[in-house]
């Protein structure tokens, strides 16, 4: 068997201020190479679970392991470094930063990590070379970043979350602005490439539909055991 | 540094908005240190005035009352002084000019200076500049005037025009001394001191018109211009005089010598020291003009403090985008520092541009209505530091915005607000 990449164990976390835990998950084991879909309506703690994943909040309670370090061991600086040496990060949508060149924007994590720095190699290659993997052709690397589709976008996205071989990529609902025909074209490319670059993939939506494309999924309501009121 | 080409380019973005609020800061830097320099050049041209004249010299009163009629035709003097004692002091060995000094009647308002050629000759003001005539020559006859620039241009004198002097300072016909014109036969360059409001006549003229008068009013006996020119015109009494003495270093023993003359109460004064003291009386006027440029300023920052706080929400998503990427909060804080650095620092460049585009502008026009050279001086270090605070105060302007957005993105976490 292939090594876990992530490890939760009696995981607990509560906003600061509660009484009551948000996210309670005694076991959660993510094996390397792995795609894997996390399914949730809102409000099963999606965001609390990506905010632990990036280091962005610590849990209160239990065991947060990452690529064999132990996340709640470290301050939130170390958290920070962690996030830019090892993830990549794609969102719903506004991926990108307007003001930045397309070029710019792909490599931008590189310019916050020399980890991945100097896993990328030549920038420029190598960020052209990931662009063209994700089908944005060359002539529209000089355009402006908001005259792309928003599939372009998303795509480029995912070029700046694979940059310098990050070991985990989090997509948070990357595809919930994309019509299915360009859902489809795009995960199917997130899963070459991730496979490609040897990084595994944390997929997380509401949208059940997509767990099809997933060999493993996971429920969220299933793994927190804390009961949520407000279930839709 | 990897956040400076983000900074900029996200300053870029909105240069517009970041555009004005350098050009605000420019403007009321430039402001600040405008009035600062036509402050200092104030100060530098009042106390030009007069200059190279060691002592001035009159009847003894207070120093003040002395320059004040004497330099700038502004009040009284209480009382004259013999022209023996002038004659006697001005051949004094350590002297080496004397300009006597002979006031009391008007013209329309404007002061007239009995004095002889000596005055054109040594009279100096902002620094070594003459006296020059504009047109026409200096008087050499006893009914001849040479005026100064305003007098001649506010009444629209020209050369060959006569002009009537008038008793005292009233401008009532009765006090005339209508029987003897004289005769405008220079005019002076604009000097920018009191020498403008002035209309100088031999001291001769001075006597010749007054010869026929008795304490303040017309005697029954009556003298022509012609009869009159026959009399002893000689000055009996003058109202002050001017000293330039041989060596500098003596100024303070002659001083002394004078205070001390035993033959009439005599008071010598240093008229750069006693101007000095004038303008510290005068400078509640320059400390208000600074209040009001500090404020102006004060208005510039808080509208750079407007501006960057109102980018906040619109950049709650840039900041989400950092954070994913590997930012730390900190890093988010310094952008903010870094922008506020750059527009600081661009609005002051170009507020001191601005201010000696302006100062190299108006000078020769200044130079041409009040006479006034601004002296065109790179910034010195009182000036230089003022922009260093101001700087500072900009940067820890700068942490307003800038821990607001820290706390943000440590609550928004990776969650876009969209």
Avoid at chain 1, 9 to 27: E, G, K, T, Y
Wanted: charged share 20%.
């Amino acid at each position: 068997m292939s090594q876990s990449v992530v490890t939760f164990d009696n995981l607990q976390f509560r906003w600061p201020r509660s009484s009551r835990p948000v996210l309670d998950i005694a076991h959660l084991d993510i094996k390397a190479g792995e795609h894997l879909f996390i399914q949730g309506p809102s409000g099963s703690g999606k965001t609390t679970l990506l905010n632990l994943l990036t280091g962005i909040n610590q849990p209160d309670q239990g065991n947060l392991n990452i690529l064999g370090q132990d996340l709640c061991a470290m301050n939130s600086i170390q958290r920070d470094r962690f996030r830019a040496d090892h993830l990549g990060v794609i969102f719903q949508q506004f991926n990108l930063l307007p003001f930045l060149g397309i070029m710019d924007n792909v490599i931008l994590p590189c310019r916050f990590s020399r980890h991945r720095l100097s896993k990328a190699g030549d920038l420029e290659t190598t960020a052209r070379q990931l662009l063209d993997e994700l089908q944005i052709p060359g002539e529209l690397i000089s355009r402006d970043v908001m005259d792309l589709s928003v599939g372009q976008q998303q795509r480029v996205a995912a070029a700046r979350a694979l940059i310098g071989n990050p070991e985990i990529v989090i997509a948070d609902e990357p595809t919930s602005a994309l019509d299915t025909a360009n859902r489809d074209s795009f995960i199917d490319l997130l899963f070459s490439r991730a496979t490609e670059h040897g990084s595994t993939l944390i997929f997380v939506s509401h949208d059940e539909h997509l767990s099809t494309h997933f060999s493993h999924c996971i429920n969220l309501a299933d793994i927190n055991s804390i009961l949520l009121e407000n279930t839709p | 540094m990897r956040l400076l080409p983000l900074t900029l380019k996200s300053a870029w973005n909105r240069r517009l908005s970041l555009s004005l609020t350098i050009l605000s800061i420019a403007i009321s830097v430039m402001l600040l240190l405008g009035v600062d320099q036509v402050r200092k050049e104030a100060k530098r041209n009042f106390i030009n005035t007069i200059s190279q004249t060691d002592l001035i010299v009159g009847a003894r009163s207070g120093p003040l009352n002395l320059l004040l009629y004497s330099v700038f035709r502004i009040g009284n003097a209480t009382n004259n002084l013999s022209w023996q004692s002038f004659e006697e002091i001005s051949t004094h060995p350590k002297v080496k000019w004397a300009i006597p000094l002979s006031l009391g009647d008007s013209h329309r308002g404007f002061r007239v200076l009995g004095t002889n050629q000596d005055y054109f000759k040594h009279y100096k003001f902002g620094g070594k500049r003459h006296i020059e005539l504009a047109e026409g020559k200096v008087f050499d006859h006893v009914y001849e005037a040479v005026l100064g620039a305003t007098v001649a241009n506010q009444l629209n004198y020209k050369l060959g025009d006569n002009i009537v002097l008038s008793h005292g300072l009233s401008s009532a016909r009765f006090a005339d001394h209508d029987d003897k014109p004289f005769r405008v036969i220079g005019i002076l360059k604009k000097t920018g001191t009191p020498v403008d409001r002035t209309v100088h006549v031999p001291l001769e003229g001075i006597s010749a018109i007054h010869i026929d008068w008795q304490s303040g009013s017309r005697s029954p006996l009556r003298l022509n211009a012609e009869q009159t020119l026959n009399m002893n015109l000689k000055p009996k009494e003058i109202t002050a005089f001017m000293l330039g003495l041989k060596k500098r270093i003596q100024t303070f023993r002659v001083q002394r010598e004078i205070n001390n003359y035993d033959q009439e109460p005599l008071l010598a004064i240093l008229p750069g020291a006693t101007l000095s003291t004038l303008w510290g009386l005068l400078s509640n006027f320059e400390t208000i003009l600074l209040v009001i440029s500090a404020f102006v300023l004060v208005a510039g920052l808080i509208g750079m403090l407007t501006t960057i706080i109102s980018s906040l929400n619109e950049r709650r998503r840039e900041m989400a985008i950092l954070r994913a990427i590997g930012a730390h909060p900190y890093h988010i804080l310094l952008l903010f520092l870094l922008e506020t650095l750059i527009i600081a620092s661009l609005g002051i460049l170009m507020g001191v541009i601005l201010l000696y585009s302006m100062l190299i502008a108006v000078n020769p026009l200044i130079v041409d209505w009040i006479g006034i050279s601004l002296q065109i001086t790179f910034l010195d270090w009182q000036q230089l530091t003022l922009l260093a605070v101001i700087l500072v105060v900009a940067i820890l302007i700068s942490l307003i915005p800038g821990i607001i957005a820290y706390r943000h993105s440590l609550q928004d976490g990776l969650m876009l607000r969209l």
